[in-house]
């Protein structure tokens, strides 16, 4: 019997990604469909106007305030769409490796300070209700379009186990950070024994 290696390249980032996160690890395709979306939609009004015109049977371009109306909602709906991209990469449902890289960076380096990765000690905000936001946001993007729930609260509960960012992997030699902080004297962690 043949022996398979299996490789799973999508790895979860973040479970309940911080909004300033998401929208600071967008990739350029996210920019051009947030821009195209914006460009788009007056385009489409004046399209649908041409082949069925609303105020008789001639064609008039609309009125500026509907374009600009329409631009609002391009603009609105082409970020909740590159929003959405950015986090199914946190969550690992697309190819997220440039993300993986540049999170294992940036958490690294905050580890190496001493500091938490996610900021849970500089929040002004009491345990229980920073687990009352996480839970409230935690997954509210798959209804980004019906209902627009973002996570601004740092807090603890985002899915990830910190200590996989104590391994070296391939590469990650050469940033220099050899010396982590050990896990249990960072602010604002909690560790489970199990």
């Excluded at 946001?137 to 980004?144: A, I, K, P, R």
């Excluded at 962690?189 to 199990?194: L, M, Q, R, S």
Aim: aromatic share 14%.
């Amino acid at each position: 019997m043949e022996k398979y290696e299996v490789r799973c390249f999508l790895q979860v980032i973040d479970e309940d990604p911080e909004f300033g996160k998401v929208v600071k690890y967008f990739r350029p395709s996210d920019y051009a469909i947030w821009a195209g979306s914006t460009a788009f939609a007056p385009l489409l009004l004046r399209l649908m106007e041409r082949y069925e015109p609303a105020t008789g049977r001639t064609f008039k371009s609309p009125p500026a305030m509907f374009l600009r109306a329409a631009g609002l909602l391009g603009f609105i709906g082409g970020f909740y769409f590159a929003y959405n991209e950015s986090t199914k990469r946190f969550w690992g449902i697309t190819e997220n490796s440039k993300e993986v890289e540049k999170d294992r960076y940036e958490t690294k380096r905050l580890l190496s300070q001493g500091k938490n990765p996610y900021g849970v000690d500089q929040s002004s905000l009491s345990p229980y209700l920073q687990d009352v936001a996480s839970r409230n946001s935690n997954h509210s993007q798959m209804l980004l379009a019906f209902i627009p729930w973002f996570n601004f609260v740092k807090h603890p509960n985002h899915g990830v186990d910190l200590k996989k960012y104590y391994e070296i992997r391939k590469g990650e030699e050469k940033w220099g950070f050899d010396k982590l902080v050990p896990l249990d004297q960072i602010p604002g962690v909690t560790i489970n024994k199990n």
